[in-house]
């Protein structure tokens, strides 16, 4: 299909397990397609390097390909998306000693993410009246679904993430290490690294964001807009090979193999042990061997996973507004949505896949309505929504 060879990007995270299936079984080849795979660990890094042109294509956080498209936090480069990597993926992972203070203020069941949500607020108060340092919370990027997750969490039981906790950012394999020096209390951020610091005996993982939201969009594979629309054959034979990859991915009986590609060290670079568990969404989430499971925790084509939901990118872009990030716009917003591109999904698979319900709900608030992000936002009380 082409003599140029074709660079992708991608952070070693188990929801870039569909671009490296796609890629290490075959599949892109089958296509006609050439593919340099190229390892990144910081977000920033890829979005650069995408927008330049340096990489054709990438694995990509979604509220990046967002934020790029309407030129908030730098330059302006419009993103397409036709195809989502990953839905749900994510855990908040805390120190021993943060789960044992959350543990003794819960009141409740501490696999309750509203329970927790106040009795961070506790913890906080109490550190508060006592003179301590505030608590830090690491998480992957500004405009990142950590971001928005932990503060989404955070803000439910009373606490305001700007003004009563640290937000930094971390590249995601750093975070183990971080949790480990003690530069952080906890963490947002996408497998296997939750599942590293909780066998280390470092880390117990209080929730996964399937527990807070059950359908959150995490990553896709991006392209520039300008690329999209003059090659429109490479465009639609990557997402036929991702596809392809995802429907492998998801056969249980694959999964062995799917783990061992995955724990290459040039790929994700972890046991395929731990990369296992995260596909069967069978996790250890405390050191002493308690485990948890949720078979929605990682999402990578079942379900309709694989076809981008403009009412995701919707949600994400309410949180920008939330969190002042960006200016409450009914433009501004068609223009979010827009990057999610199901057409293109569609157009390359040669027939329309069931559309999921727009809705999405949380374990607190409303269902969220993407015709309306005035009233979503008038629902909670913590924020940073620009006046205007």
């Known amino acids: 299909m082409t003599d140029r060879r074709l660079r992708i990007g991608f952070i070693p995270l188990c929801d870039a397990t569909a671009l490296i299936i796609a890629v290490d079984k075959g599949f892109t080849a089958a296509e006609g397609l050439d593919i340099d795979l190229v390892r990144e660990v910081s977000w920033s890094n890829m979005r650069d390097k995408l927008n330049i042109g340096l990489f054709d294509a990438a694995h990509l956080i979604a509220p990046v390909a967002i934020a790029s498209s309407l030129g908030l936090g730098h330059v302006k480069v419009p993103i397409v998306a036709p195809f989502a990597l990953g839905v749900n993926g994510n855990a908040i992972t805390v120190s021993p000693a943060l789960y044992a203070s959350i ?200 379900d309709g996973a694989g076809r981008p939901d403009p009412a995701q990118a919707a949600w994400l872009y309410a949180q920008m507004v939330r969190w002042g990030q960006a200016p409450l716009s009914d433009e501004m917003c068609r223009a979010a949505m827009a990057v999610f591109r199901p057409d293109l999904y569609d157009d390359a698979l040669g027939s329309a896949a069931a559309v999921l319900p727009a809705a999405i709900g949380a374990f607190t608030g409303p269902i969220f309505d993407p015709g309306d992000i005035a009233g979503h936002l008038s629902s909670w009380r913590i924020g940073r929504v620009p006046a205007g």
């Open 103 to 302: 543990a003794a203020a819960a009141e409740g069941n501490v696999a309750d993410p509203l329970a927790t949500a106040k009795a961070l607020a506790k913890v906080v108060a109490t550190r508060k009246a006592r003179g301590q340092e505030p608590l830090t919370f690491g998480m992957t990027f500004p405009f990142s679904t950590h971001n928005y997750h932990l503060r989404f969490w955070m803000a439910a039981g009373g606490v305001d993430p700007d003004e009563d906790v640290r937000l930094v950012v971390l590249p995601p394999p750093y975070m183990v290490e971080s949790l480990a020096n003690r530069h952080v209390d906890a963490f947002c951020v996408g497998a296997p690294w939750n599942s590293v610091a909780v066998d280390l005996g470092i880390g117990f993982i209080l929730h996964f964001v399937s527990e807070i939201l059950p359908r959150a969009a995490e990553k896709v594979l991006a392209f520039r807009s300008r690329f999209a629309r003059e090659n429109p054959e490479q465009l639609a034979a990557l997402v036929r090979a991702h596809a392809r990859a995802a429907g492998f991915v998801e056969e249980a009986g694959n999964r062995d193999e799917v783990a061992a590609i995955l724990a290459a060290p040039n790929r994700i670079g972890v046991s395929a042990e731990v990369i296992r568990r995260t596909l069967d969404g069978r996790l250890k989430v405390a050191p002493d061997g308690g485990v948890r499971s949720d078979p929605n925790y990682l999402l990578v084509g079942r």
